[in-house]
């Protein structure tokens, strides 16, 4: 997928010109911010549109507009800055939680920047479970089980989860279902054949 057509994916998903053109503003920080950090691999780069940043859109119509976001392990701020740039404007919120401090610096200046909706926080997941929310968010952060040890003080509390998982999605599934059982749904991920979104509704330790 080239970045035009991922661009015209977003559109489709409803990703409003405004929010594209603040998403245009993120890519170009990350590039600048990249060559100081290791935020993103090089090649990365050369894929961002349809690798990333349409990868993390692709949650926006399971979420409605007006969501309190949680996005635990942000790292460079997929999918929490993605999201952040398209509740610009409404009464939704992203709260990104990234322990490593370089990092959470790179998400500040963002939301500064394009006067995002949203707050990174530099701490461990462990440490804000308090955050209200009604969607817990993470992406190439951990094996499942460890997903929802983090997320099920907030499931607990009403939110769902909505974790993106990739071929081996069925195992990690199985090796969760060992230690908690599970109110899920597998939604087909929009980029990948083999990938889904795994919503989780509830959880409780076995």
């Not at 603040?22 to 961002?48: A, C, F, H, K």
């Not at 692709?58 to 999201?83: T, W």
């Not at 990092?103 to 997941?125: D, H, T």
């Not at 993470?138 to 460890?146: D, E, N, T």
Request: hydrophobic residues 45%; aromatic residues 8%; charged residues 25%.
């Amino acid at each position: 997928m080239t970045e035009d057509e991922a661009k015209d994916a977003l559109s489709a998903l409803g990703v409003s010109r405004e929010t594209q053109l603040r998403l245009e503003r993120y890519v170009s920080m990350l590039g600048e911010w990249r060559q100081r950090m290791n935020l993103i691999g090089p090649r990365e780069m050369d894929q961002i549109w349809a690798r990333h940043v349409y990868d993390s859109a692709q949650l926006l119509p399971l979420m409605g507009h007006g969501s309190r976001i949680v996005d635990i392990g942000s790292g460079a701020g997929f999918p929490g800055i993605v999201l952040a740039c398209e509740a610009v404007g409404g009464d939704g919120d992203v709260s990104m939680v990234e322990s490593v401090g370089k990092k959470c610096a790179f998400l500040s200046a963002v939301i500064s920047e394009l006067g995002l909706p949203a707050r990174a926080i530099n701490k461990r997941i462990e440490a804000v479970n308090g955050e209200r929310a009604d969607f817990i968010t993470a992406r190439a952060l951990a094996p499942l089980s460890k997903l929802i040890s983090y997320a099920a003080p907030w499931i607990d509390r009403g939110a769902t989860a909505l974790f993106f998982k990739g071929e081996h999605w069925r195992e990690e599934l199985t090796q969760a279902q060992e230690y908690w059982t599970l109110a899920y749904e597998a939604i087909p991920s929009r980029t990948s054949e083999t990938g889904v979104i795994l919503k989780i509704m509830e959880v409780k330790r076995v």
